[in-house]
């Protein structure tokens, strides 16, 4: 989606996302991702442009589906994540926004387009991507790989027995708890 900025009214240009449009399916440049992550181009949600002296913004709330691999048991699943959106965009080059010493006096993220024209996917990609998590969890109660056999914690790939598997540097103490006990 590329909104030409003269195309912007005064009273401001409100873009409805459907899924179906698949807005970041084709990007002017392919999205850089981190191994076993994946954003469906799909991205649904309300964004309003508007212009304000030399400023323009995006603001607005999207739901983006991301597929991940959990960082504790390594299986993909797929979260759907809904954001909001307050974005600067400022033309010209950093390099001269940087000299600007209002430059940092907005709120949200600023982003740098050239030319008179915006990207709506690429921004939203940019945004998405800083919303990844670190660490992703396919949930936050995930036991992780069974450190005997390899297979998910607790799934019916894994026959270990959990009980009698007590770390054994515990001995020691449990015993002296015995001994208090009496
Ligand atoms: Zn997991
Ligand atoms: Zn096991």
């Known amino acids: ?98 000299k600007d010493p209002e430059g940092d006096a907005a709120e949200g993220e600023t982003v740098f387009i050239e030319g008179d024209e915006i990207c709506v996917g690429e921004i939203l990609a940019q945004e998405i991507l800083l919303e990844l998590p670190m660490k992703p969890l396919c949930h936050d109660e995930c036991p992780g790989l069974c450190p005997e056999c390899g297979a998910p914690a607790g799934s019916s790939e894994c026959a270990c027995p959990r009980e009698e598997r007590a770390d054994p540097r515990w001995n020691a103490l449990v015993e002296l708890k015995k001994k208090l006990a009496k």
């Open 1 to 98: 989606m590329i909104i030409r900025i003269d195309d912007i009214p005064e009273e401001g240009l409100n873009l409805d996302l459907r899924e179906k449009e698949r807005i970041l399916s084709d990007l002017p440049s392919p999205m850089s991702l981190p191994p076993g992550v994946a954003i469906d181009p799909g991205v649904k949600g309300r964004l309003r442009l508007f212009i304000d002296k030399e400023d323009i913004f995006l603001l607005g709330r999207v739901q983006a589906l991301l597929h991940l691999q959990c960082s504790r048991c390594l299986e993909d699943f797929s979260l759907e994540k809904e954001m909001d959106l307050n974005v600067l965009l400022r033309r010209g080059s950093l390099a001269s926004t940087l």
